[in-house]
């Protein structure tokens, strides 16, 4: 419910909010996805060593508050991108309009004329260059919250899971919240895909985001208990 996931399965949805960036324009789709895997994998490194020097709750609790502000960043950027995407898209509705009332031969010579460069097409939009840092912002903001993810809750999730569940019962208690997790994910995943053909889709679903990750950073602070260099016998007094 941090998002990761949404990120990683629909990053080419995704990427139509920044597409006109410089670093991206020239690229596929490919090297957006690879590069968004090169920081999950690249983020995943450190936590190795970090995470019996901070512990595990202090990262997850903070990791979950820096997704959280970067999800309400996201949701902001995003509904001005939609904004304007919208704007840009409404002459195009006029100028299917005015096609049909004009005579046949009218319409015909506009669009010579527009394909000879005498006349600007009815309903392009103008470049954007002014949106230009707010697509980079909304990328790079992507690209934080892998990278959040990566050093935080990506590791540290399965290694307190396992220490949390009491030796009797850690096959069953181990495997269900496995199974749940990935039940989560494939809730997310259909409530994404079903939630992208309405309007302002990724600031709603930014917007759902960062409320989980503050419901995450929460819970963790209050509920998760601090196992830090503790034996496996010692960790139910925690």
């Known amino acids: 419910l941090t998002g990761i996931n949404a ?15 410089p670093l991206l324009r020239s690229h596929t789709p490919l090297f957006t996805l690879s590069l968004l895997a090169a920081v999950n994998v690249a983020g995943a490194m450190p936590l190795t060593f970090l995470i019996d020097r901070f512990g595990r709750r202090k990262l997850l609790t903070r990791g979950a508050v820096g ?4 999800w309400a960043v996201e949701s902001i950027v995003s509904f001005v991108l939609n904004q ?10 006029a100028a299917s309009l005015l096609d049909s009332l004009l005579p046949g031969a009218v319409a015909a010579s506009s669009r010579m004329l527009a394909e000879e460069g005498a006349l600007a097409p009815l309903g392009a939009p103008p470049p954007h260059t002014a949106l230009l840092p707010m697509q980079a912002v909304f990328f790079y903001m992507l690209l934080l919250i892998i ?14 899971t396992c220490e949390l569940v009491p030796a009797r019962w850690h096959a069953v208690g181990t495997a269900i ?6 039940l989560s994910n494939l809730a997310v995943a259909n409530a994404v895909a079903y939630t992208s053909d309405i309007p302002f889709s990724s600031t709603l679903i930014s917007a759902v985001f960062c409320l989980c990750c503050i419901a ?10 601090e196992t830090k260099l503790l034996s496996l016998e010692n960790i139910e007094s925690a």
Request: charged share 10%; aromatic share 16%; net charge negative.
């Open 84 to 93: 304007e995407e919208r704007a840009a898209q409404s002459p195009n509705a």
């Open 7 to 21: 990120i990683m399965y629909f990053a080419e949805a995704f990427s139509r909010l920044f597409s006109g960036m």
């Open 147 to 160: 990278a959040v993810f990566s050093l935080t809750w990506g590791g540290v999730v399965w290694v307190t």
């Open 216 to 225: 995450a950073a929460i819970s963790t602070h209050w509920w998760v208990p």
């Open 177 to 182: 919240a496995v199974a749940t997790n990935w």
């Open 67 to 70: 997704m959280a502000v970067c």
